[in-house]
C-alpha cells in the first residue's frame, strides 16, 4: 500500500508538470474524434479494416502521443532507448516496485481519461453504438478498457528502453504492423465482421461473459506488464 | 565505523571497452577522485556503484547492501549527480525541488536556498532553457542539500565559471564537516583534485592503475637533474627519463643506486600532482 501511494505521489507529482501541456493535446485529441466520428462513417454497415485501423490507433495510441516528451521512449547514449523520465527516476531513492507502478499509473492518468471520453462519444455519435442497450454498451467499455490494459499496457512497459539499432526497429515494426494487419484482415475474411464491430457483437449477445473474460484478461495485463518492465529494468545496462 | 562503499573484483565489458578488475574501498570522511584519461570507465563506475548498470562479475556493497540485490535501502544513504541530467528538461528549478526534496529524509533547504542565491540560478526556468553553467549549478543545489552519507559526483565542474568553482568547493568541505561524510568525485580538473582529495583513484583505459593517498602520492614522486646523460638502461624505480632527467616513483631505491654507481645529481625536486597523474596515465608508464 506505501508503495501505491508513492507510486500514485511521483506519477501526480510528474502530472502535474505537464498540466498544461496535457490539456492541450486532450483537447486537441478531442476535437480529431469528433471529426472522425462525425464526418468519416467507419461504422456504417460493420467496420471496415480501415475503420478498424483508425479506432485501434486512436484508442491505444493517442494517450500516448498526448504524453509529454519527456516521457517518451527516446534515445539515452549509443543503442539504448528508454524514456527520460524512467531514468530520472531510476537516480533517485526510489523502489523498483514504486517507480514501475509509477509509470503505469502516469500512463493511466493519460490513458483512461481519453479512452472512457472517446467512449463516451462513440455512444453520443454512432447510432450503432447508441443502439446497443446499456448493459451491452457497459460490457462494450469494459471489453475496451481491458484492450486498454492488456494490450495497451505494453506502452509504459516500453518506458524502460531497450537496445534498438535500426536493424532491430525495423523487424519489430514490421512485425507487428504484419500481425496487426493478419489479426484484422482474418476478422473481415473469417468472420466476415470487423474488429471493433466484432466487439460491439459480443457485448450485445454475451455481455456478461464478455465482461468477465475482458476483467480477466486485464487481470492478467495488470499483473504481467509491471513484471515485464521491472524485468527490463534489471537487465538493461543504462550507460 | 563500517565502509560505505565496498567494490570487490568488479569487471564490465562494453563492446571493445573493458573496465577491471576494481576494487575499491571507500572509508567514512574521505574524499576519493576518480581519475582517468577520457572513456577511462569513471562514468561507467558511478553508474555500476548506482546500478544503473549490471556488472558482469564481482560486487559492489553500498552501506553492506549488494546493490544489485533485493534490498534497495541504501539508495537513500546516496546522492548522485550524473554528466547530463536525463529526464530534467521539462522541469523548472523549483519543481524539481518539489520532486526530489520529499524524497531525502535530510534535505537541508536552507543549504539549497544559499546555493540557489549564491549562484543566482533561476528557479522559474525549464532546465532546458538553462546554460550549461547553470544547468550545472542548479544540479548541483539539487544535489547536496540531499545530506546522505555518501555524494557521487560525476564531472562537477565542467561548466563552472572560477568563482562558482571556488564558492563550490568551499561548500563540499563545508559539507564534508558536518557529520560521518564521504564524496566520490569524478574529475578532469586538477585544482578539484588538489583541494578536495584525500584519495586518488586512478583509472586508464578501463584498468585500475591503483587507489593512492594524495599526500603518499605527490611524497613518492621524485625528479633528479644528473650532472651527465644517462647511458644505464634502467634504473630502479624509474617512470620516465629525458636526457639528464630522471623521475621515479621509489626515490630511496633511486638514490642508492644512482650513489652506487657514483652518478651525481645537481638538483631534485618533488613533482606536480598533475604530472603525477600524467605519468601514471601514459600509455608507456
Known amino acids: 500500500m506505501k508503495e501505491w501511494k508513492q507510486a500514485f505521489w511521483l506519477a501526480g507529482t510528474e502530472w502535474k508538470n505537464f498540466s498544461k501541456h496535457a490539456v492541450f493535446t486532450y483537447t486537441l485529441c478531442l476535437l480529431y474524434i469528433v471529426i472522425v466520428f462525425a464526418f468519416l462513417p467507419i461504422f456504417e454497415g460493420g467496420t471496415t479494416i480501415v475503420g478498424d485501423i483508425l479506432f485501434i490507433v486512436i484508442f491505444l495510441l493517442f494517450p500516448a502521443w498526448i504524453k509529454p516528451k519527456e516521457s517518451h521512449v527516446q534515445k539515452i547514449s549509443g543503442e539504448i532507448w528508454a524514456s527520460p523520465s524512467f531514468i530520472m527516476l531510476q537516480q533517485l531513492p526510489i523502489r523498483k516496485n514504486v517507480i514501475v507502478k509509477s509509470r503505469f499509473i502516469f500512463h493511466s492518468f493519460y490513458s483512461f481519461p481519453f479512452q472512457l471520453t472517446l467512449l463516451l462519444c462513440l455512444y453520443i455519435l454512432t447510432p450503432e453504438v447508441r443502439n446497443m442497450g446499456f448493459s451491452a454498451y457497459l460490457a462494450f467499455v469494459i471489453i475496451w478498457l481491458a484492450i486498454s490494459i492488456y494490450i495497451g499496457f505494453f506502452l509504459p512497459t516500453s518506458d524502460g528502453g531497450d537496445i534498438i539499432n535500426w536493424k532491430t526497429l525495423l523487424g519489430s515494426s514490421l512485425f507487428f504492423i504484419l500481425l496487426g494487419a493478419a489479426i484484422l484482415t482474418l476478422f473481415h475474411a473469417v468472420l466476415d465482421v470487423g474488429f471493433v464491430e466484432w466487439t460491439i457483437r459480443i457485448a450485445q449477445e454475451f455481455p456478461l461473459l464478455s465482461a468477465i473474460v475482458s476483467i480477466l484478461l486485464a487481470a492478467c495485463g495488470f499483473f504481467y506488464w509491471p513484471r515485464s518492465l521491472k524485468k527490463t529494468m534489471e537487465k538493461l545496462d543504462y550507460l | ?285
Open chain 2, 1 to 285: 565505523m563500517k565502509p560505505f562503499v565496498e567494490i570487490t573484483q568488479v569487471k564490465k565489458k562494453i563492446d571493445n571497452f573493458h573496465l577491471g578488475p576494481i576494487n575499491l574501498t571507500i572509508e567514512p570522511g574521505t574524499i576519493t577522485s576518480l581519475v582517468g584519461n577520457n572513456g577511462s570507465g569513471k562514468s561507467t563506475l558511478m553508474k555500476l556503484m548506482m546500478n544503473l548498470a549490471n556488472t558482469d562479475s564481482g560486487s559492489i556493497n553500498l552501506f553492506n547492501q549488494n546493490v544489485s540485490g533485493d534490498e534497495e535501502q541504501w539508495k537513500s544513504f546516496v546522492s548522485y549527480q550524473s554528466q547530463k541530467m536525463i529526464g530534467w528538461d521539462a522541469f523548472t528549478g523549483e519543481n524539481l525541488k518539489c520532486f526530489i526534496a520529499p524524497l531525502y529524509e535530510h534535505w537541508d533547504e536552507q543549504l539549497f536556498q544559499r546555493i540557489v542565491e549564491h549562484f543566482a540560478i533561476p528557479l522559474n526556468q525549464r532546465f532546458s532553457k538553462l546554460s550549461q553553467g547553470s544547468q550545472q549549478k542548479l544540479t548541483l543545489a539539487l544535489t547536496i542539500p540531499r545530506n546522505t552519507p555518501l555524494l557521487l559526483l560525476d564531472e562537477p565542474t565542467a561548466y563552472l565559471d572560477i568563482p562558482a568553482k571556488t564558492h563550490l568547493m568551499d561548500i563540499l568541505v563545508e559539507w564534508m564537516d558536518q557529520g560521518e561524510r564521504s564524496i566520490i568525485i569524478a574529475s578532469h580538473q586538477i585544482e578539484d583534485i588538489k583541494k578536495l582529495s584525500d584519495y586518488l583513484f586512478v583509472l586508464r583505459n578501463g584498468e585500475m592503475i591503483g587507489n593512492f593517498e594524495k599526500e603518499a602520492l605527490t611524497e613518492r614522486y621524485k625528479r633528479y637533474w644528473l650532472r651527465s646523460e644517462l647511458t644505464e638502461s634502467s634504473i630502479p624505480g624509474e617512470v620516465f627519463r629525458d636526457r639528464v632527467q630522471v623521475v621515479s616513483n621509489h626515490p630511496k631505491e633511486t638514490e642508492h643506486y644512482l650513489q652506487e654507481k657514483g652518478l651525481q645529481w645537481t638538483n631534485q625536486s618533488s613533482l606536480d600532482l598533475e604530472e603525477i597523474i600524467t605519468l601514471l596515465l601514459s600509455p608507456t608508464r
